[in-house]
């Protein structure tokens, strides 16, 4: 890792929370943290991340993890990517945080602080499978836009909250309720304080399933910084951005939420398939929703070298966006065939799925194992990579892992 | 993770906590700290730094193997002028990890300047379009690569 810094204006300030912080941004806020001058912090230490994170951006932050990093079953935050479109807020006061709930289709906008939040409605616990919809987008001829992240873009963690169903029938919506739209405390790269960095929502259907959250806690502990202190939404099987951070204000809107990041190509794919390389016009893309069927081999770590003869124990997590993962395979011979995995029941809906096999060599060689999860649905991960979209979301092609058989 | 600038400035900090201004010239780094004026620190101390030649200080125009140190993009016919109108809303690490064609990048650039506050490059932009598709050309590597770089280690 490189550590050294830009004689900039802002890494003057950055300097100085070098200086103030042994600070973990993990439970509580860090009092010297200037957002602006980050770019010369230590990411690692500053959001307590594992050291194989992979840092493709350090303004904004975009960290990713790696298939080793997340064997756990319910991932912990040190192996927890970060996609962030702006810069995190600062100063968050905790006791005078606010949540608006406005828009077109509430009967009168109403707000709420943490503490009614916490204490007025019942609180709900559950895991939620969360991806960025362009993980995988390294993979993508020709070459797709924005943050080329490789597998390490998803995680399962385990909010508590309120329901989000709860506090919208608290507020009152009316019948023309089409879709909802959040806004947080983060701010445009720009500086504009006009622009906000990422405003996404979900149709009501979403909002209103009983996993959807406005989430305090992350893994029983006040969620990170990076993931959304104080308040978060989280909105499981679907693209993670629809989770927004930092959360500041949810509108009902009666038409389909146009804040930024829900219009032109942004998180959304062809409707109809385009060969690779194709322009589409923004009328011909489609917001993405569910996520489609996945799978991770978290164990063991690609480039294992085994002794001939022994059994190798491979394990992963699998999952499909809003629906449930029914069959696990794995092939060692490229796909010509394959052999069912023993795979769990989610712990609840929306919660990545474990699998584990034991793999027996015919030989020595060179092998790769291949996982390949089916979903309820009946779809399976393709091998390659699928159909080429203009932003490279929605890659679910088969992970893979390298092994060699010794002599 | 330590390194040296690092842990000297946070001894620094330690003994600096209650004093307002303090000036302090350390081999080759001049350090000027100034501390809010909350002597608990409850508010950021400023820290200067000022020109050095240290290993974590880097010289904005260094290129060392090609690279811009700076900003990581790679040495080339208009580099500055990329360093200067793309790197300062984010890193250039967003602009070294992609690829595009001269007319992908310039649908980037539109897209920035009518959504994200780009202003007009004027002449500069043909200058900037030759650097990325340059040097930024898409790489073409099919439907599914070979596993590359795979570090190898013993099981068991």
């Given amino acids: 890792m490189k550590r050294r810094s830009f004689v900039t204006k802002t890494a003057l300030g950055s300097l100085a929370t070098v200086v103030g912080a042994d600070i973990v941004f993990g439970n509580h806020l860090p009092k010297g943290y200037t957002p602006l001058g980050l770019d010369t912090v230590d990411p690692y230490k500053a959001f307590g991340k594992h050291p194989d994170m992979k840092v493709l951006n350090d303004r904004p932050w975009n960290i990713e993890s790696q298939a080793h990093l997340l064997d756990d079953k319910v991932t912990p935050n040190a192996s927890?990517?970060?996609?962030?479109?702006?810069?995190?807020?600062?100063?968050?006061?905790?006791?005078?945080?606010?949540?608006?709930?406005?828009?077109?289709?509430?009967?009168?906008?109403?707000?709420?602080?943490?503490?009614?939040?916490?204490?007025?409605?019942?609180?709900?616990?559950?895991?939620?499978?969360?991806?960025?919809?362009?993980?995988?987008?390294?993979?993508?001829?020709?070459?797709?836009?924005?943050?080329?992240?490789?597998?390490?873009?998803?995680?399962?963690?385990?909010?508590?909250?309120?329901?989000?169903?709860?506090?919208?029938?608290?507020?009152?919506?009316?019948?023309?309720?089409?879709?909802?739209?959040?806004?947080?405390?983060?701010?445009?790269?720009?500086?504009?304080?006009?622009?906000?960095?990422?405003?996404?929502?979900?149709?009501?259907?979403?909002?209103?399933?009983?996993?959807?959250?406005?989430?305090?806690?992350?893994?029983?502990?006040?969620?990170?910084?990076?993931?959304?202190?104080?308040?978060?939404?989280?909105?499981?099987?679907?693209?993670?951005?629809?989770?927004?951070?930092?959360?500041?204000?949810?509108?009902?809107?009666?038409?389909?939420?146009?804040?930024?990041?829900?219009?032109?190509?942004?998180?959304?794919?062809?409707?109809?398939?385009?060969?690779?390389?194709?322009?589409?016009?923004?009328?011909?893309?489609?917001?993405?929703?569910?996520?489609?069927?996945?799978?991770?081999?978290?164990?063991?770590?690609?480039?294992?070298?085994?002794?001939?003869?022994?059994?190798?124990?491979?394990?992963?997590?699998?999952?499909?966006?809003?629906?449930?993962?029914?069959?696990?395979?794995?092939?060692?011979?490229?796909?010509?065939?394959?052999?069912?995995?023993?795979?769990?029941?989610?712990?609840?809906?929306?919660?990545?799925?474990?699998?584990?096999?034991?793999?027996?060599?015919?030989?020595?060689?060179?092998?790769?194992?291949?996982?390949?999860?089916?979903?309820?649905?009946?779809?399976?991960?393709?091998?390659?990579?699928?159909?080429?979209?203009?932003?490279?979301?929605?890659?679910?092609?088969?992970?893979?892992?390298?092994?060699?058989?010794?002599? | 993770m330590e390194n040296p600038l690092q842990s000297l400035l946070q001894k620094l900090y330690g003994l600096l906590l209650g004093f307002f201004a303090i000036l302090i010239a350390a081999g080759a780094l001049l350090v000027y700290v100034a501390t809010s004026p909350d002597p608990f620190g409850m508010n950021t101390p400023e820290v200067v730094i000022a020109e050095t030649e240290t290993e974590e200080v880097v010289d904005p125009d260094l290129i060392e193997n090609g690279v811009h140190v700076a900003s990581g993009l790679v040495e080339g016919e208009g580099l500055m002028t990329v360093v200067q109108n793309c790197t300062s809303c984010h890193s250039g690490k967003l602009v070294s990890q992609n690829r595009m064609n001269r007319e992908a990048w310039k649908h980037t650039i539109e897209w920035m300047q009518e959504t994200q506050g780009l202003w007009d490059l004027g002449n500069n932009e043909v200058i900037i379009l030759d650097y990325l598709s340059e040097y930024y050309a898409p790489v073409h590597h099919g439907r599914r690569q070979n596993l590359t770089d795979v570090a190898w280690y013993d099981l068991e």
């Avoid at chain 1, 951070?245 to 062809?270: C, E, F, L, Q």
């Fill in chain 1, 80 to 407: 927890i990517f970060i996609r962030n479109n702006g810069v995190m807020p600062e100063d968050i006061d905790v006791g005078s945080w606010t949540i608006t709930f406005d828009g077109e289709s509430v009967k009168q906008s109403k707000t709420y602080s943490l503490q009614d939040l916490k204490s007025k409605f019942t609180q709900y616990t559950y895991q939620a499978t969360l991806e960025c919809g362009g993980n995988g987008r390294i993979e993508f001829d020709p070459p797709a836009k924005g943050n080329q992240w490789g597998l390490g873009a998803v995680y399962c963690a385990e909010w508590t909250g309120v329901r989000l169903r709860d506090v919208l029938e608290d507020v009152g919506i009316k019948d023309d309720a089409v879709y909802i739209g959040y806004h947080a405390a983060d701010t445009h790269l720009s500086g504009d304080p006009k622009k906000e960095p990422i405003s996404r929502g979900c149709p009501m259907s979403k909002a209103l399933q009983d996993e959807t959250l406005l989430a305090f806690k992350m893994n029983g502990e006040d969620i990170p910084l990076a993931h959304g202190h104080p308040v978060r939404l989280i909105a499981g099987g679907w693209p993670a951005s629809v989770s927004g951070k930092w959360i500041t204000g949810i509108s009902v809107r009666n038409k389909v939420h146009d804040g930024t990041k829900m219009t032109g190509s942004a998180y959304r794919v062809p409707c109809k398939p385009v060969a690779p390389g194709t322009e589409v016009t923004d009328e011909n893309m489609c917001i993405i929703e569910s996520m489609p069927v996945k799978s991770l081999i978290t164990y063991p770590k690609t480039g294992g070298r085994l002794a001939k003869g022994k059994p190798l124990h491979i394990r992963g997590h699998a999952w499909a966006g809003e629906y449930e993962v029914v069959k696990m395979e794995y092939s060692i011979d490229f796909g010509a065939s394959w052999t069912e995995c023993t795979l769990s029941k989610p712990a609840n809906r929306l919660a990545w799925q474990h699998f584990e096999a034991t793999v027996n060599f015919p030989a020595e060689g060179y092998y790769e194992v291949w996982a390949r999860a089916t979903d309820s649905n009946g779809k399976k991960q393709p091998m390659l990579v699928p159909g080429w979209n203009p932003k490279g979301y929605l890659n679910n092609a088969c992970h893979r892992i390298a092994i060699k058989v010794k002599a």
